[in-house]
């Protein structure tokens, strides 16, 4: 396992101060200025400091990553831990991102926040992913870069000073599991966001919170697929036993009939996809809008002899309510329950 210790950096040429500095500002001058005044006595002399609990040492992808302080300018490669920082109280300290989030997945000060910010890149992959380069990455001054561990070089960045953190799911070699997605995923990931963001303790009573939202057994729907459609509707890809879509399926009352894969994601020919003819299709998008997903999954060939399309059961579903493990993954069964309310 590969270590990477990270310090505050040091700027050469300080651009004009954002909110995020400001803020950091003026909390270390009333630090100052509460320590000239403070007796043995008094409230302030216990009050916990940005740093307090740091450094702390976190395992992501394989890598040992040690933060000697808490992160205040982020950069976000996709958005996909938009939910994450939002629930926590951090969208502030964003000062980089490569896309604008999906409207309708968060809150609106959210938006307001992240539409201030220039968008460091429009390029895409064939998943829809976002590609970036390292210099816009540098340019943005970052002390945390969250992003697939693919779409970035973990190395160069740790070596100009900056940490990575990659959600889970999106390591190029997944942590070994030894059963098929849970919830527990979501209260782990948040944890780690807790501790790199000074939040531990926010992200202990979140969990909480969160966990009694999943608890109940949900009444069964049948059985589903959930699928990916790319490349113009030539490449289908459907979410097994290591997806998010599992547990999300389970707690809608659908049964996730790629849950004997024993893998995230991977792509099958439509007749594979016809062999296990799921009563209900949700079709998973990043991009564009739901009616949209829908027509690229019926349009493409071979999936007419689908029941879930003969039968007017096919639904599309924003991806983030599913992966990466996060708060949006926890609100994608009322979602899904919503969807499948208005089917025959």
Request: glycine share 8%; proline share 7%; aromatic share 4%.
């Amino acid at each position: 396992m590969t270590a990477q210790t990270l310090r505050r950096r040091s700027r050469r040429h300080p651009s004009a101060p954002t909110a995020g500095i400001a803020v950091l500002l003026a909390a270390a001058t009333a630090a100052v200025l509460s320590g000239c005044g403070t007796t043995p006595g008094s409230d302030s002399a216990g009050a916990a400091t940005p740093d307090q609990g740091f450094p702390v040492t976190i395992s992501n992808c394989g890598t040992e990553l040690t933060l000697d302080h808490r992160s205040e300018r982020i950069v976000l490669v996709n958005d996909d831990s938009l939910a994450n920082l939002e629930a926590l109280g951090a969208v502030d300290r964003v000062v980089g991102i490569t896309a604008q989030p999906a409207p309708g997945l968060y809150e609106q000060s959210t938006y307001d926040a992240l539409a201030r910010l220039e968008t460091m890149s429009t390029e895409k992959n064939s998943t829809g992913g976002s590609i970036v380069s390292q210099e816009s990455i540098l340019g943005a001054e970052p002390d945390l870069v969250i992003s697939p561990e693919n779409a970035v070089d973990r190395a160069a960045l740790a070596a100009a000073g900056v940490a990575v953190y990659t959600p889970t799911a999106y390591c190029s070699d997944p942590p070994s599991t030894s059963g098929p997605a849970t919830f527990d995923r979501v209260w782990s990931e948040l944890r780690d966001y807790g501790a790199i963001l000074g939040e531990a303790e926010r992200s202990d009573e979140l969990v909480g919170e969160l966990t009694e939202t999943v608890s109940a057994p949900a009444a069964s729907a049948g059985t589903a697929a959930a699928v990916y459609v790319s490349s113009g509707g030539t490449v289908l890809s459907p979410y097994g036993a290591q997806s998010m879509v599992t547990p999300v399926f389970e707690a809608a009352g659908l049964t996730n009939v790629y849950a004997d894969v024993d893998q995230r994601v991977f792509d099958v020919n439509v007749e594979d996809l016809v062999s296990r003819d799921p009563e209900t299709v949700v079709v998973l998008y990043s991009s564009g809008d739901g009616p949209s997903a829908v027509d690229s999954f019926t349009s493409a060939p071979g999936t007419q002899s689908l029941s879930a399309v003969r039968n007017g059961r096919v639904v599309a579903l924003p991806f983030p309510y599913t992966d990466p493990p996060s708060v949006l993954s926890v609100r994608g069964p009322a979602q899904l329950k919503g969807l499948l309310t208005g089917l025959r």
